[in-house]
């Protein structure tokens, strides 16, 4: 028997988007090691295209020199150094990362997008303010400010993520295979009177989670997860059969999804009926095409 529980209503984690309907996105945010992987590749082709660029402008000024006998002013390099690496250190960054909405090359690499908080696309002045506290966490102090900052933070922000109100969303998921999962014969009975559609989404993942991995659960891990997804789902769910937890969640998943998929085909069948009705002429109407 699944063990009682006092019914709870629902809450959201704090690391989980939740949108204007209440329904809570399941996006991931990028774990620290690829955001750190993504950021060295970009701090390398953003400095090696400095190094490469501020070569040829040497190249060029050096050339205009030689042609027109005009000699700059030691002040008037200074300046120009300074514009070029503020150029390429704050300008091409951002620039970057409005034009292709939260993307850059060490992002794409490890399938990253920098998004809102709220999951929207990111403009200009959250770019902007990450590329200018960037150039200090990330360049200035190594790297440094922005590797103490993620590892401190659950969505591995760094100080730019969270004064601009971005993180980094996880977008290359492993690719979704199906559960080919059975209603247990012991709840055939049960599952012609249960109610399941309050079930919170959330609590739907879990479950799915849990069938997915749990072949490679030890098993009283198992068994102890199973428990306490059983008391997260008992509160949603009416009546409750006399089974063990792992049997009475697995009849939860099954018949949500069955009936899910019902009314995905009525609804459908619904659409198709209307769609040929329409077409139709009224009746008595001739034709005179």
Do not use: C
């Amino acid at each position: 028997m699944v063990t009682a529980t006092t019914a709870n209503s629902v809450s959201y984690e704090d690391d989980e988007i939740v949108i204007g309907e209440g329904v809570a996105l399941g996006v991931p945010p990028a774990g620290f090691v690829s955001r750190a992987g993504s950021a060295l590749i970009d701090a390398i082709v953003v400095i090696g295209g400095y190094l490469v660029s501020l070569l040829a402008l040497g190249w060029l000024l050096e050339s205009y020199i030689t042609a027109t006998g005009v000699m700059f002013e030691d002040a008037w390099i200074a300046v120009i150094q300074i514009v070029w690496l503020v150029l390429w250190m704050i300008f091409v960054p951002v620039v970057v990362e409005t034009l292709s909405h939260g993307r850059s090359l060490g992002k794409l690499t490890f399938g990253l997008r920098v998004v809102r908080d709220d999951g929207g696309a990111i403009g200009f002045r959250h770019a902007l303010i990450r590329g200018l506290v960037g150039l200090l966490e990330i360049y200035v102090t190594l790297g440094a400010g922005a590797l103490l900052a993620g590892l401190l933070n659950s969505r591995a922000k760094r100080l730019g993520d969270m004064l601009a109100g971005t993180y980094a969303q996880l977008e290359r998921v492993n690719r979704p295979f199906p559960l080919n999962l059975q209603l247990p014969p012991s709840l055939a009975g049960w599952a012609q009177v249960a109610d399941v559609s309050k079930l919170p989404d959330r609590s739907a993942r879990k479950m799915h989670d849990f069938f997915r991995q749990a072949t490679r659960l030890d098993p009283r891990a198992r068994q102890h997860l199973a428990g306490d997804i059983a008391r997260q789902v008992r509160p949603h769910v009416h009546p409750i059969p006399d089974v063990d937890a792992e049997t009475f969640i697995l009849g939860v998943a099954v018949l949500r999804r069955d009936r899910e998929y019902q009314g995905i085909m009525t609804r459908q069948a619904r659409v198709d009926r209307l769609s040929a009705s329409v077409a139709e002429l009224p009746h008595g109407f001739p034709y005179r095409g």
